[in-house]
């Protein structure tokens, strides 16, 4: 295995049964494209059986008890596909399972800079016979369709009857979810089987999904050595696809099996066009062979890492998860090729496989400025859904577009719309995420291709729901912020300083780009009235108090009774009504603080610092798009020791299994914002409007904190220490930067240091009693 | 027939097919126990067959999309009972269908005096045999459970064979409600049979809903004369029971057959109890006879006829129309005996069959001042529910006692909780209604029983919903008012002023009634805190418009665009989201104006006048709940023309079927609300804290109002005329009540009389475009 420094894998080496959702979460495998549970190669035991293809969705109807006008008929929810990770072992008739006989020894390791998931087992089956096994499996970066599992087992002190049913199965069983209206709900057999061939070393199956009609195509071919006496057959029936190699080995005989699997689907493609494309797939991984493809893989993540690595001294752990963190975010990202990223990735099929606005405001930045193919990818998915979302907003009587709340494939999929269709900030979401990707890459084709007709679009969309109040200010009423524990108010901050942000860049951009703003019927008139919505924005303040409130008349609710609130009663929507949550103050998830990160240069210090503190009384951090952000406003006022607590419940989110539910699948905005907390926390990077800043500050214990950006073509270094910071460009040219307000340029060749100037630590700030951050496990299910 | 004055009977003399639906809710008859929809007694062709037992409900389950907490998860839906109205009629083996042959002559009549549905009808067969049909059914007031159809068939021109089968049907095939969402959910065969009994004359039924468990029996029996030749057989299935009478009439000769169904239905008793418990009702009607039947019902209406009828010289149609709502008012309310009233009574089965908060404060009203004992009746329901709102108070978290919005039984059974459990002004409105109530008829029993209790554990709900803000008032946010069109505001001004009286007569029951008061555990400085946030509630106020806001932030918010809204996209909420409604300034039905009427003594003049002209502007209507509303503050303020717009708008509405649903059930609090308009609108009534006073004023053509009123075993007639107004004790002890703000003594004896003081007529005022007060037909569908 390789190299000795810890922080580059995530190893298990006890099997824990009872966590074994959450680690075949932790060890899923994706490209974004395709996305593997870390399930057992046998199949079971297993929590939840996963095999995902991006945007592979089926339809179900959305019920209401109480229906209403706009409500969405059909929803959608990723499912399960043929699972081609299967490779059943029998030693001398008896099947490996971990739960019977002995297990001497367990490890599975997820290798970040190798791209792999690896597992040793010994084992001794209960009527004796001793095998040890090692798996090796990739869903590989480079060649797109394709799986491969180097499968490996050796007779340890006798001769062993050794089968392999190395499997393809539709329609797998699956668990019953819980009551929990966030896990996904369950679909039963989705898919029809269309075409099944046995081939001589493999099987080749399509299906189409019941109602959503999408056609798939799961290939499998097989390679081995070890043994020249191995009997094989092939079969293969609607959902089972099955390649058997029996043979006997003697002691310290190796069998080594390589499974490649092809995925493909398509909505329009025909049987053998699907058939034919993934076939090819598996033949040019079969020339490649497993150690070529393994290879291209190490190739691929090395120059991610290049870019990407954020490195710390003076916490392993930190160190170990950011490295984890950054890895996830790349396999849910790298090659999605303009399909939705969801909240889960490919890891889990929790919120139905559904993206939300997290995806543009907590993963895109991250990607943006490490891997922006994957970014402007997202963002290009974004836009072909764009005739969806303006044919929802003619249904919902709005100008403009309106995106959804939560889709797979485009289709508004919220069926509770205060919490859903209210939630329009989504709209100014993705024209930050349009904002910052072209500022930060320069990439004017893509502006002109689609960046610019999504900027236009949701500005019509803010002044179709927005209008002038009798002082000339610009309200926008009746909307939820990010903050799920309130919904429906007036003049969201939030959404108002973002909806202005998206204004001026719609104003700014169909002045720049006249010929695509005139193709869509913008004219000068227009663009006035996008320039004095947002100049006239309303951003309600209480004077009182001298904080901003969350919306207007936020802080004249009541205040959540958090001391008669038990721990065993949060998350509060699990145990509340939403009326008697959304009546009180009390906030789950950073909302006006979010507000004073992504437009902090709408805010002034000593705001901040109020604001901070008011809201942080307030918070409980139901969800797990808050932690990171209080770390990041923490951080820039000046806690930071609080900064660091919240980037440690950031970091353990899913290593730890801190809401319980990390097996449904990561926490991928959660597993970004940590990126987020170490380079705009204590890196202090801010983009406002394109301008690059930085306001580096290190906690305590730590001597040094490393990172990279890309920056329009540069790629820029920032080295951080207790008491100064290097900026340095390993490529391109010349840029300017702000450090702690000071501007900097930075030339190409020797890095630039400056000193980082005394805090002024403002006075503490409490959180709601209980609600402090989330520790870290005392002992680590993983290391 | 009775009478030739045309104001007491609604008559039908054509047979429309399509408007069926309209005219069988026309003619349901019901005494608040059993419901007969007005179907043909052949049964087809029919738009919804109907016999509905009062709360004999079944269960469904309400399904969620996306699940929460405190979300109902069962509904309660009425359904149609086994049908005993069914009388086929066959000549020469011909079925009677009046789709078919000849129909020569056709007239139903509603008789509100007699109390009874008569029909006449000339028909000739296919085979040209020609017949005149009579019948009368009637719904007893006096015999509880008892339904009586008279049906006489007479051979016309030669003999004729007639075959009558008189049939009880259970779990009716139904017809398909469209997608309107109002419409009830559609239950098939809900009716599990328990015994089927065919005795020599009748046939007896009994049925257990398949989930709510209920047991209920049907038997009929049968009398006859007029042809001695009568082969009579009996038969019963399961879901059919049937006798058959055959015989031959000559010409002009003529079969009577007298029909009596009983019904009755429990949760708890056995079959054997519920079967004889019918039976014996059925034995008791049959001793009585169709005529003795007939004559009770008259007496009964006599009585109550000469409390609650509402005179009045100067137009015609208007007087049938409160005639026509009291006979429906008092069908749903009569023998109800502390089961709910439904918002349809028992006309339809339209809102699933739920009672809302429009009995307390609609319906309840009328029934206090003209059937207090119904009145009673009704609101002891609602105490024997106490203990449910109590279980639904904990479940959501509030002290005391919140009760459903529509329920059946008493659990909550709205699946839409913005529109549903946010309404909490129910609360508040049952409150109202206690007071009213105890005021009007000094019952101490009552109040002591059960009125007491519902004050205090709604005042205790109040107490728990709201807060004190930073300036010391009482506020309650988060909350739906009357007005649909909007939701979870802060501080509707409504729902505030409502708690507010809700917690003072509760602060002044609890010390009244000590012995009630310590029994629930009310201490000293439990009362004082009552009345310390009733005096400090908050009433939001727009200084820059001089108006009433209905609730905090409202008339920031954008107004509707009436101007670019087409007829037909009324109503709103079936042509635009809740979200764009609720953001904007547009009212479905009065809200502020509602607390105007009821808390008329928190306005002043000036007020009223100023509010009343905002709101009209806003306000759409789109509920049956508002017109009447509209009238009565219209009048007040002097806008009598309008006032009597609206007065037509509220009396056309079923008989003209303005609202496009009559179809699935009469609109009770409307027709409730006609009696309203005219004695709290014409007649100027209010009775806030017990203190009755009226400002009468007619509108132009009329030249008498004359309506009755009870009061603390007093009976007050009030003649208005033009000029002036008399007030008149018929029965009881001399009163005080006050004339245009004068006190006046009236004594036992000769009648007092008032001149009515000039009119100071205000600014005229507008409704939105495309909505003023709707038309009555001018040619109405049924004299």
Known sequence: MHGVDASWRLVESELNLERLGQSE??????????????????????????????????????????????YPESGQTVINVTNGKLIRLLVDDEPFDVRYGQLHRHRRELDFRDGVLRREVEWTSPAGQQVSIRTTRLVSFVQR?????????????????????????????????????RVAAALGAPLESEEVQPNHTGVVMVHRTRRSGLRMAAVMDHLWDGSDDVLVSTDGHPDTGRVTLSTTLNPGQRLRLVKLIGYGWSSQRSRPAVRSQVEAAVTAARHSGFDRLAAEQRRYLDDFWTRADVSLVGDDRIQQA?????????QAGARGERRAIPAK?????????????????????????????AAADALRWRHSTLDLARERAVQLGHAGATFPWRTIRGQECSAYWPAGTAA???????????????????????????????????ARLWMSLGHADAAGKFRIDGVTGPDEYSALADNNVYTNLMA???????????????????SLGVTADEIAEWRAASASMYVPYDERLGVHPQATGFTDHERWDFANTPPQRYPLLLHYPYG?????????????????????DAFTREQKIRNFAYYEALTVRDSSLSACTQ???????????LARDYLQECAYCDLDDLHHNTNVGVHLANLAGLWLVLVAGFGGMRDHDGNLSFAPRLPSPWSKLRFGMGWRGRQLRVDVGQTDVTYKLTQGEQMTVRHHGQKVIVKPGKGITREIPPLVAPAPVHQPPGRPPLRAASEPFLS
Chains 1, 2 share one sequence.
């Open 424 to 458: 329009y900030h989504i709209n100014a979401d993705v024209a930050d995420a349009v904002l910052r990707y072209v500022n930060a890459t320069g990439d004017t084709d893509f502006h002109r291709e689609v960046g610019c007709e999504m900027l236009i679009e949701t």
């Open 631 to 641: 770390a990041i406003v923490a951080a820039e006022i000046g806690h930071l020791r």
């Open 345 to 373: 990735g490919l890891t889990g099929d929790g919120y139905d496989g559904h993206t939300f606005w997290d995806t543009e405001t907590f993963l895109l930045p991250v990607l943006t400025y490490t891997a922006p193919k």
């Open 145 to 181: 369709s394709i799986v491969a599992i180097q499968y490996e087992v050796t007779a340890v002190d006798a001769p062993a009857r050794i089968v392999l049913q190395s499997e393809l199965i539709a329609n797998e069983q699956l668990p019953h979810p819980g009551d929990d209206p």
């Open 580 to 600: 008697d949550i959304y009546r009180r103050q009390v906030v789950k998830q950073a909302d006006l603080v979010l507000a004073m990160h992504l437009r902090g």
């Open 322 to 330: 950011i490295r984890f963190a950054m890895f996830h975010v790349l």
């Open 500 to 518: 202005q942000r998206n204004l001026r860049g719609a104003a700014e951009v169909a002045a720049e780009q006249g010929e695509v703003a005139s």
């Open 25 to 70: 979460s932790l060890f899923a495998l994706s490209n974004g494209h395709i996305g593997l549970r870390g399930n057992l190669d046998e199949g079971e035991p297993h929590a939840q059986p996963g095999t995902y293809l991006n945007s592979l969705y089926e339809q179900r109807p959305l019920p209401y008890a109480e229906a209403g006008y706009g």
